[in-house]
């Protein structure tokens, strides 16, 4: 397994997986955001595969939980690709603010990772956070936060796992959905 930043020809398999019915798009996305997704990759693939290092923070904004808008801020995107299949296995991100740890109100961690269903339990995401925690370390990141619901035991796993230290279990932002989510801390080094 290795962290992939993809070029057009790891693109289809991608799009299986999308095609499946599984997406990696924000939380709340719709079955049509994911085939208006679809076709801007098919129509747009440069520019979709440019914003996989997105220093100057050129991504669109989108939309959260709660419809109200959230701007870009920088951020690296890969994607967890077994390189003998040859197949997408997951996606990981890293998002910051440019000389800081802070991040801003609409966001509530600087990594998140997620792995399509028939790809889970087999350490993809554990080793891609392994993975991007280097990436962050070479941003100037001496630590990041990553925000996990308290049910999501999976997620849990894969952060004690990275030696993700508790800080504090806390309510999400009404933008959110407003429920109980737990903040843990890495560091880089
Ligand atoms: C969270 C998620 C990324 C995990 O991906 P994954 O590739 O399956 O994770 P890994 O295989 O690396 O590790 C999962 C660990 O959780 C454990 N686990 C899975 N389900 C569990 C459960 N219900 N209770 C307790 N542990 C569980 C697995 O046994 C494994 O631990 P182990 O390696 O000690 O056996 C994946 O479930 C996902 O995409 N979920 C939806 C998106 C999401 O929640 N993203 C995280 C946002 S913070």
């Known amino acids: 397994m290795q962290l992939l930043k993809p ?95 802070e991040l801003p109100p609409h966001l509530m961690g600087h990594i998140g990772y997620s792995v399509p269903p028939w790809m889970q339990n087999k350490g993809f995401a554990s080793t891609g956070l392994k993975e991007i925690l280097k990436v962050a370390k070479v941003q100037g990141l001496p630590f990041v936060h990553i925000v996990t619901d308290i049910d999501n035991f999976a997620s849990i796993r894969v952060i004690e796992k990275n030696n993700g230290t508790l800080i504090e279990k806390f309510t999400k932002p009404e933008m959110y959905g407003a429920g109980l989510a737990l903040r843990y801390k890495i560091t880089t080094n």
Do not use: M
């Open 7 to 101: 070029g057009p020809q790891h693109i289809k398999s991608y799009l299986s997986a999308l095609a499946r019915g599984w997406h990696d798009l924000p939380t709340g996305s719709t079955a049509e955001n994911v085939k208006s997704k679809i076709r801007e990759i098919q129509d747009h693939t440069s520019e979709f595969l440019d914003l996989f290092d997105d220093h100057a923070a050129r991504a669109l904004p989108y939309l959260l939980p709660d419809k109200s808008v959230a701007y870009a801020i920088p951020s690296i995107r890969r994607w967890i690709w077994d390189e003998t299949r040859l197949e997408y296995c997951g996606t990981v991100s890293l998002r910051w603010q440019k000389g800081s740890t």
